[in-house]
């Protein structure tokens, strides 16, 4: 496969959920300096913003994160609404990012936003399939595999922002650079509810 057949089949949209589909998941965040294991029952109250990346990304996941950061800025003037939403930022590099780094990096943006890091891929497929995303990994113009990634390789994926209910189903997805303000009048929409 080439780069660009990569690249144009990790751009297109399946969305193929329906309501039964809740999604579930076992991944891992930084909380007190300690590393804790947490699932969807862990934000049950909650509608969840989620974006896929990795924190060396040169372009996406910056522009996506500051998407988020001025989405939650402009949900603040509500915050009764802004207090059911919790934005995660789950990486699909776990290789690369440790769980301080990704913890980081979506702090950086805004402290509201949970870093998760799978630890193992099994997992982070399992989480990433459950999100119609897509990731994966290429060096010198050809797809290579994990956990054996040669030095040097490049991580390609979705950009996509998935928003889901607090029941675990999927009420929408958001392009990639959507404006933070477009972003949170169309969450806003769900929140009022």
């Known amino acids: 496969m080439t780069k660009f057949a990569l690249i144009a089949l990790l751009s297109l949209p399946m969305f193929f959920a329906t ?6 998941f076992s991944l891992n965040r930084l909380q007190n300096g300690d590393a804790v294991t947490v699932s969807e ?3 049950a109250d909650k509608f969840l913003l989620i974006a896929v990346g990795f924190t060396g990304c040169p372009d996406i996941c910056p522009t996506t994160m500051l998407d988020y950061k001025n989405a939650l800025k ?5 915050p009764q609404q802004a207090k059911k939403l919790q934005p995660l930022f789950i990486t699909i ?3 690369s990012d440790s769980l301080q780094d990704i913890n980081d990096y979506a ?8 870093g998760l890091r ?4 099994e997992k982070l497929d ?3 399939s ?4 897509s990731y994966g990994y290429i060096y010198k113009g050809k797809p290579v595999f994990p956990p054996d990634l040669p030095k040097g390789y490049t991580v390609m994926h979705s950009a996509y922002i998935y928003l889901y209910s607090p029941g675990g189903e999927l009420l929408d997805v958001f392009p990639y650079n959507m404006d933070g303000d477009t972003l949170a009048s169309n969450i806003l929409s769900y929140l009022s509810k």
């Open 19 to 24: 309501a039964a589909e809740r999604l579930t």
């Open 107 to 114: 702090a950086f943006f805004d402290p509201r936003i949970v």
């Open 130 to 133: 459950q999100l119609h995303a």
């Open 126 to 128: 399992d989480v990433v």
């Open 93 to 95: 590099d776990p290789l």
């Open 41 to 43: 029952a862990d934000f």
């Open 118 to 121: 799978a630890e193992n891929f």
């Open 74 to 78: 402009a949900l603040d003037k509500h």
